[in-house]
């Protein structure tokens, strides 16, 4: 019985410690954050917006709109600060609202991959 016990409390450790660790992956795969300008925040952004036309920024907050069309999907976002992990902060915190547009990529045409959209500044 200790044996088993032991196992299970092996396999209970090595079940939580990939939960964690799971947990504290970034929401924005390693690839998309090794072309995102860190320095960027969304003020300079509001404040400037045609300096920022071609260079990747990451931006973040509540989804509060969405239109579809056959080519894209508009989305109207209530900024919020990010957390460590990329994800929208909780509370009252904004500086304003910007637009976006997601496009699926070639694969979701053709069968391939499904999601894994990126959404990009209109202009």
Not at 46 to 61: E, F, I, N, S
Not at 78 to 84: A, D, K, N, V
Not at 98 to 122: A, V
């Amino acid at each position: 019985m200790n044996t088993l016990r032991k196992r299970f409390f092996s396999v209970f450790l090595a079940m939580a410690a990939m939960l964690l660790l799971a947990g504290c992956a970034h929401v924005i795969s390693k690839e998309a954050l090794k072309e995102v300008d860190t320095t960027v925040t969304f003020s300079q952004v509001a404040q400037d917006p045609d300096a920022y036309k071609g260079k990747t920024v990451l931006l973040g907050g509540d989804i509060i709109k969405a239109q579809n069309f056959s080519n894209m999907t508009l989305i109207v976002v209530l900024q919020r600060p990010l957390g460590r992990r990329g994800e929208p902060a909780a509370g009252d915190v904004s500086e304003g609202r910007f637009i976006g547009h997601l496009q699926p990529r070639k694969e979701d045409h053709r069968g391939g991959h499904g999601g894994g959209q990126r959404g990009t500044p209109p202009g």
